[in-house]
């Protein structure tokens, strides 16, 4: 390996370094894939320590500017908008350079770690990536440096790609840990973050997070018992992701005698029978697998009702709006926000009501039939924002 200083050599032949896959007759499926090879440096501290309960994951959103194809593989930082709020995940910025500024224009991206500024050379960066779980970025140096390290990488791609990035297929002969989202359309990247933000969703349930089943199992059934309907779901979620990865670990027989359960459970979701499927998971589900539930709640139940007296102002509207529910329950005051009547118009921190599936509601349902959990008389105001 020489430099571009040093002296050449005598040589007998010379051929350009992209020549050599054709003179070696390669193909597709005897391109070396031996990974990882490249390794971190021992010498380097990383500036980040990382949740061991959230999913970590690094993002780019920009290359070079002076690159020839950069108006194309390059996006706005607002389109992660779409990813960042997923359950347990955990955002680390490793854009450098100008865009990093872009981190101060947007208001979702405060919820999203700047390591960009602590990175000065592709070993510091490669430091950063070996904590990380997953790495989504455009089509930048940094989506080789992962592959290469064989760390779990998602690539996202514009229309007209490189030519290292073929076409018509997910994946990468160069990277076996790499999956590819390519825009469909020139110039849509909605689109591509919508397969990001389904697929997103079901990898955080296959990565195990060292979540202990039977604690998971006791927040489902707390949180639908105190009428948390948006935190149940998510925790049935993680404790359904759960389950389907240690289905190795559970004798066959309770295998088969979980599934009617868990289907009766989905059942009773899907009519807002959120007692039944507590009542299902706290009786059937913990005796079945012979765990103990930890941290067990004796606190009160609300009762559930579907009085819309204190909510009158959030019916009947055509027009998305934000309304912040400040009610008193036990000793406690407790303050619901919620964007209600347009999920266009999602505000963050906010949770989404709607009654269309195609604006992607964070909870879907008709808003005058939405149980609410509190009586009538502790809801002190329904206000706007």
Aim: overall charge negative; aromatic content about 8%.
């Amino acid at each position: 390996m020489l430099t571009k200083e040093d002296r050449l050599p005598p040589f007998d032949f010379y051929a350009p370094l992209l020549s050599l896959p054709g003179i070696l007759n390669t193909t597709l499926k005897t391109i070396p894939v031996n990974i990882p090879y490249l390794l971190i440096a021992d010498h380097i501290v990383s500036p980040i320590v990382t949740q061991s309960k959230a999913l970590n994951i690094g993002i780019v959103w920009a290359g070079r500017p002076t690159h020839k194809n950069d108006k194309n593989r390059s996006i706005n930082l607002s389109f992660f908008s779409a990813i960042t709020n997923i359950h347990d995940t955990q955002f680390y910025s490793l854009q450098v350079g100008d865009q990093r500024a872009d981190l101060n224009q947007e208001a979702f991206a405060s919820q999203i770690i700047d390591v960009g500024k602590h990175l000065g050379d592709y070993a510091e960066t490669a430091t950063v990536i070996n904590q990380l779980d997953l790495i989504i970025t455009v089509d930048t140096s940094v989506a080789h440096l992962a592959g290469a390290m064989g760390k779990p990488v998602w690539v996202l791609l514009p229309f007209a790609p490189d030519w290292r990035w073929l076409l018509e297929r997910d994946d990468s002969p160069w990277y076996p840990t790499m999956r590819l989202f390519r825009q469909q359309e020139r110039g849509n990247w909605t689109t591509v973050f919508n397969e990001v933000n389904q697929a997103l969703e079901v990898y955080r349930m296959t990565i195990s997070r060292d979540l202990d089943l039977s604690e998971v199992l006791s927040s489902t059934i707390n949180a639908l018992k105190a009428g948390n309907i948006s935190e149940g779901n998510e925790k049935l979620t993680d404790l359904l992701g759960l389950l389907d990865s240690t289905t190795g670990e559970i004798p066959e027989e309770k295998i088969l005698a979980l599934k009617p359960l868990l289907n009766e459970s989905l059942n009773r979701l899907k009519n807002r029978d959120y007692l039944g499927v507590a009542d299902i998971l706290e009786k059937d589900v913990t005796s079945l697998l012979d765990l103990h539930l930890s941290d067990p709640t004796n606190e009160p139940v609300p009762q559930l009702n579907t009085s819309k007296t204190a909510f009158k102002p959030l019916i009947n509207t055509d027009k998305g709006f934000n309304a912040v529910i400040k009610c008193k329950e036990s000793k406690e005051r407790l303050q619901m926000k919620l964007n209600l009547g347009c999920g266009h118009n999602k505000v963050n921190g906010y949770l989404n009501v709607d009654m269309s599936s195609e604006c992607q509601p964070d909870l879907e349902c008709d808003l005058e039939i939405l149980p609410w959990v509190w009586a009538d008389n502790s809801v002190d105001a329904v206000t706007l924002p």
